[in-house]
């Protein structure tokens, strides 16, 4: 069946279509997955060695090239995320193992993400479902019954420093090492891990054996470091964001969470090509089987979705100073919104 083309959703189509719509995006191409691999690891292989060869010059012409590798080793994560959905290629058992080895390059062990990822999809906006695989988000009425130390520690988790930069580095660099916090998920999860584990340092080695342990950590710390940190922004704003959805457990919708508790981050074309359509996510909450290439043909064939819940770039920035949900306005709110209503 050719699926290069999907007849559009007449404007008049309510909610409840929206599901069966998307479903029709689901059929992945092998050649074109096979194709955005070589295309994104090809690149930054050819920036890390340019990098390497760079520092016989100056470490400041290697950062030239350190950046757009960090921008390439996010994708690499992004191809890994749809494999995790089974979004990449028809046969789970390829989607898998070519999950798995990306989670080499992008220090992810595949399946212990996998499974707290599809936990964030199941119950993404379910105020009763918070922890696991999401940023923590508390309401206004749950920070203000803290106590003082309480507060702090939040208040230190949702700064920018912690959120973009230290937090980033410590989640993909240490804490995904051990996969504490998913021991009901049996033995699988450190099996994944320790095998993930295993397989970055023999990667390491090789790499310190290649070129040397000083210049190989020189140009891959900054590069793992500054993609967590896009990747945990990206991740941030499509779903940080004013006017998104969280609910109780009795009023929750998981289409409703999908379309708007996610954004369309509506990125310039080469950032959107960049970051594999994730902009885009609130379609891919819809159904999270869509391969990435295919989400821009969902807005093509169905403009209307292109109007709900849209960030745009320049927009997104404001957005880092909200810090928690308030329940009654339906939105969230900055710290000092909250001081704000407290001297009416």
């Known amino acids: 069946m050719d699926h290069s083309h999907v007849p559009a959703v007449p404007e008049t189509a309510n909610s409840r279509n929206w599901l069966e719509i998307a479903q029709r995006y689901r059929h992945p191409d092998p050649v074109r997955s096979i194709l955005e691999i070589v295309v994104t690891a090809g690149p930054f292989a050819a920036l890390w060695v340019a990098a390497y060869l760079s520092l016989s010059v100056s470490y400041w012409l290697a950062l030239v090239f350190i950046v757009p590798a960090a921008v390439f080793l996010v994708r690499l994560f992004l191809i890994q995320h749809d494999c995790g959905h089974g979004a990449f290629f028809k046969k789970r058992l390829t989607n898998d193992w070519v999950g798995r080895a990306l989670g080499l390059l992008t220090c992810t062990p595949y399946d212990v993400w996998k499974r707290s990822h599809a936990i964030h999809h199941a119950h993404s906006g379910n105020l009763e479902h918070r922890g696991i695989g999401d940023i923590k988000t508390l309401t206004v009425e749950e920070y203000l019954a803290l106590p003082w130390w309480g507060r702090w520690q939040y208040r230190f988790y949702r700064h920018p420093l912690i959120m973009f930069v230290v937090g980033p580095a410590y989640v993909f660099v240490l804490q995904q090492r051990l996969p504490f916090g998913q021991m009901d998920g049996g033995w699988r999860p450190w099996v994944s891990a320790m095998g993930t ?60 969470a999908a379309l708007h508790g996610s954004s369309f ?9 960049l970051t594999a359509n994730i902009g885009i996510h609130h379609v891919h909450h819809l159904y999270a089987r869509i391969p990435f290439y295919r989400l821009p043909q969902v807005l093509r064939d169905n403009p209307e979705l292109a109007d709900i819940r849209r960030v745009t770039l320049l927009e997104s920035f404001k957005y880092v100073k909200l810090k928690l949900w308030d329940s009654e306005q339906r939105r969230l709110v900055s710290f000092s919104d909250i001081r704000r209503m407290a001297q009416r």
Do not use: K, R
């Not at 981050?265 to 090509?273: H, R, T």
């Open 197 to 256: 584990n295993f397989g970055i340092a023999a990667l390491v080695l090789l790499m310190v054996w290649l070129v040397g342990a000083g210049e190989f950590f020189m140009i891959h710390a900054p590069i793992v470091v500054l993609a967590a940190t896009i990747g945990v922004w990206l991740f941030y704003i499509q779903h940080q964001f004013e006017d998104t959805y969280w609910a109780e457990a009795q009023d929750w919708s998981q289409q409703e």
């Open 265 to 273: 981050y509506d990125l310039p074309g080469v950032f959107a090509w």
